[in-house]
Structures are given as structure tokens and as C-alpha cells.
């Protein structure tokens, strides 16, 4: 990247190496002093021996204990809590594929972070303020519709809130709005790339970029969607619920890998039997 291209970056950070881990080591030590709110964080901590002035330098993090889908339901509906409920100002959940959903609480703070890192995910696809954004992800208790559309508009975006299904209507707002941008399941975005060939609108929509997440998405089918569309090109996005959600991470014009927003998050590669 240019040093001119990273000027006009207005969301992702130009860190030199010495700083990010200086921002890391900061927020590894604020996050341990936070979580020791926590009751079920505390007696974690407690058991390992773990304080935040404990942690000295970023090789520290393999001290702290792990956290589980267990430690989750533990503690439902609000589980790990470390602030008062009342600043509490939203929930999510995930998908809840067995037993209760696992519900996450929101700070007005977590949401900002949630938006940035949309706002981030936007940037690193080459999108503009003068883009227009169509969401065609899930609303609700699930973080997609809520993340894909808070973070276009604190990118500037005019965005289109619609919400998933419903080919006939995405197609006639994609024509009448002119959305250069659709935000969707890789699946969904097939279907209507497929649709509007069959309704002969390839070329007379203004859509250059898909962004799709929640799926697995092959290489064929990346291809297939930006043929069928005439895109400039189209992203993986990545998320979890427990990292706010949608635009944890993203891929770039390589399609070779996710990048990941270092100063937000410390993302530990762990081998499962030996830790």
C-alpha cells in the first residue's frame, strides 16, 4: 500500500510495528483489570494467578486461561458481565445450534468498536462515501443486518436497509437506488447474480463490489458472482458474535487471506490438545 493511498484512509490506522504492540500490550493489560468485574472471570484469573500486573510483554497472554462455549451458558442470559447491567445498551446472540443461544451484552463503547471495524472492512474494499451500501443480511438477534448497516453509515454511505430473501425487491432497489455495494450471504448473492442475468440487467445496474459473509464462499463462486454481476470485485468478511461481530476481518484484491484488526483484537493460534 502507498504511502499517498494510506493518507486517505479516514478508519484503518497507519501503525508502525513498535506502536501496535504498545497499543496490544496496553489493551491486554486493560482488558485482564476489566475482566476481573467479572465473578466467573475473577475466579479464573485467580486460579491461574493471573493480575493485571502480571502482564509484562505480550508473551504473558499464554498465562491467562481459556474461555469456552461452557463458560457462556454458565452465565446465561448475561454471561461474563464486567460492567453494571445498566450500561448495558444491547444484546446479540449467536445462532443457538444447540441448547440456549449464547448472548453477548453490548456497551454503547462495544458498539462504536463494532461500527469502526465495519467502517474499516469498507475502506480496505475501496468503497467511498459517494458509494451507496445494500444490506441484504439478517436484522435482529443476530449481529449481520445491525453491523453491516450502523458501520456504512458512520462511513458516509448512503445505505438501504432491506434485509435478506426477496430477490423482486433487492433488484428493483439495486436499479432504482443505484447501490454500488450489496452486503450479503455468498448464496444470496449468487441467486440475485443469477437473476439479474436472466432479467438481462448486467450492465445497467451501477453495483461494482459485493461484500458476503456467514457462508463458506469458493473461488468459483467468487468468480461466478463478479462475472454475472461485471463487478470490480468482491470480499470475504469474517466475524463472530463474541468479537462484536461481522468485520472482525476481510480479505483484500489478493484473495489469499483475512486481514485482521491487530489493535483491536490479539487473535492466539492454539494447538487443541496440547494448548
Not at 467502517?119 to 462515501?129: F, N, S
Not at 480479505?251 to 486481514?259: I, K, M, N, T
Request: proline letters at 5%; a negative charge.
Amino acid at each position: 500500500m502507498s504511502s499517498s493511498s494510506r493518507a486517505q484512509h479516514r478508519f484503518i490506522p497507519d501503525l508502525s510495528p513498535e506502536r501496535l504492540r504498545e497499543i496490544q500490550l496496553d489493551g491486554l493489560r486493560r482488558t485482564v483489570a476489566q475482566a476481573r468485574n467479572s465473578p466467573q472471570y475473577r475466579a479464573l484469573l485467580d486460579a491461574c494467578g493471573v493480575g493485571p500486573g502480571d502482564i509484562r510483554s505480550l508473551d504473558d497472554l499464554r498465562r491467562l486461561p481459556l474461555t469456552d462455549v461452557e463458560d457462556l451458558r454458565r452465565g446465561y442470559p448475561l454471561p461474563l458481565l464486567c460492567v453494571p447491567e445498566e450500561e448495558i445498551t444491547r444484546i446479540h446472540a449467536s445462532s443457538g445450534t444447540t441448547g440456549k443461544r449464547k448472548i453477548l451484552a453490548y456497551t454503547r463503547r462495544d458498539i462504536e468498536t463494532f461500527c469502526l471495524q465495519m467502517a474499516r472492512c469498507y475502506e480496505l474494499a475501496g468503497l467511498t462515501p459517494a458509494d451507496r451500501m445494500q444490506v441484504a443480511v439478517g436484522y435482529g438477534l443476530w449481529t449481520a443486518g445491525a453491523g453491516f448497516q450502523l458501520g456504512s453509515e458512520l462511513f458516509g454511505m448512503l445505505t438501504i436497509p432491506v434485509g435478506p430473501g426477496n430477490l423482486e425487491m433487492h433488484l428493483q432497489l439495486l436499479a432504482d437506488m443505484g447501490a454500488t455495494c450489496f452486503g450479503a450471504t455468498a448464496s444470496m448473492a449468487l441467486l440475485l447474480a443469477e437473476e439479474a442475468e436472466r432479467a438481462g440487467l448486467t450492465g445497467k445496474l451501477r453495483l461494482r463490489k459485493v461484500i458476503c459473509g456467514a457462508e463458506t464462499r469458493s473461488e468459483k463462486m467468487r468468480l461466478a458472482i463478479e462475472s454475472k454481476l461485471g463487478l470490480e470485485g468482491s470480499y470475504d468478511i469474517a466475524g463472530m458474535t463474541e468479537m462484536y461481530g461481522p468485520g472482525t476481518a476481510m480479505d483484500c484484491d489478493a484473495h489469499s487471506g483475512l486481514h485482521y484488526w491487530a489493535d483491536l483484537f490479539i487473535i492466539e493460534v492454539l494447538d487443541p490438545e496440547t494448548l
